[in-house]
């Protein structure tokens, strides 16, 4: 029988075929150590502020030189840590554990993922049942990240039903949405999130996957500079109300 490690394995050489064949690069999430209680599933990796060029073709270079430096999928903003933020304190009871991963695995530029999107989840869909089957335990929750994969995930067997937004800039408009009439307990909740409670979630983070100093450095050093803007604040508390636990306050 094949131990956790060398299923995984397998999985990652599959996605690595699938993102060659999608003309994507395969960018890897952070790396679960077993089954887990918790799946939440996003859209699509994009070839965004961590890369850098000109064309399509030098930012899958740079993507590439990145993977192999070490750089993993949700770590780099401070919204990806929102979301790990909010899954560890609302939505993880003492004790167990989650996996974020995307419903395509082939990171490419955002205008090149909106062309034929249903078409490349119908490729990678079957891939996704193998990564289901392996990752999350029998009565595992599972979550779509943003109404995209939602759409698509629900009309599917079984169905996913529960999602929560995206943290995406481009859902930034939304954010103020999860507050709509609940403006007081927004302004309670608001003073009890800071910056430095989110930087702790991504040390945590950061130790469990093999990311080297310097990259976790660079990391850390990055969301130093961030700002826990009203959106951002809005975004956090749209994840409490959504994951929340009873006798959670």
């Not at 990752?135 to 039903?161: C, D, F, H």
């Not at 009203?230 to 956090?236: E, M, Q, Y």
């Amino acid at each position: 029988m094949l131990t956790f490690s060398e299923v995984w394995n397998k999985l990652e050489t599959l996605f690595r075929k699938q993102a060659e064949e999608d003309g994507g690069v395969y960018l890897p999430n952070l790396t679960p150590s077993g089954p887990v209680d918790h799946v939440l599933i996003a859209m699509e990796p994009s070839l965004g502020r961590w890369t850098k060029g000109d064309n399509p073709a030098s930012r899958r270079r740079s993507a590439q030189r990145a993977i192999e430096a070490g750089f993993r999928n949700f770590m780099y903003s401070l919204e990806d840590f929102l979301l790990h933020y909010a899954i560890q304190e609302y939505l993880c009871a003492p004790g167990q554990t989650y996996h974020v991963t995307d419903l395509s695995k082939a990171a490419m530029l955002v205008r090149d993922a909106e062309e034929q999107r249903a078409i490349r989840y119908g490729r990678w869909f079957q891939l996704l049942q193998k990564e289901l089957e392996a990752v999350a335990k029998p009565n595992a929750s599972r979550w779509a990240i943003g109404r995209t994969p939602w759409e698509y995930l629900r009309n599917q067997s079984p169905p996913i039903e529960q999602y929560v937004m995206h943290y995406s800039s481009q859902a930034a408009r939304w954010h103020s949405a999860a507050i709509r009439g609940r403006e007081d307990e927004f302004e309670r909740y608001r003073r009890t999130i800071s910056l430095s409670d989110v930087q702790k979630i991504a040390n945590s983070v950061l130790d469990q996957d093999v990311i080297p100093e310097s990259l976790k450095a660079e990391t850390l050093q990055r969301l130093s500079r961030a700002k826990m803007t009203d959106s951002r604040l809005a975004l956090l508390f749209h994840y409490k109300t959504k994951f929340q636990r009873p006798n959670v306050m």
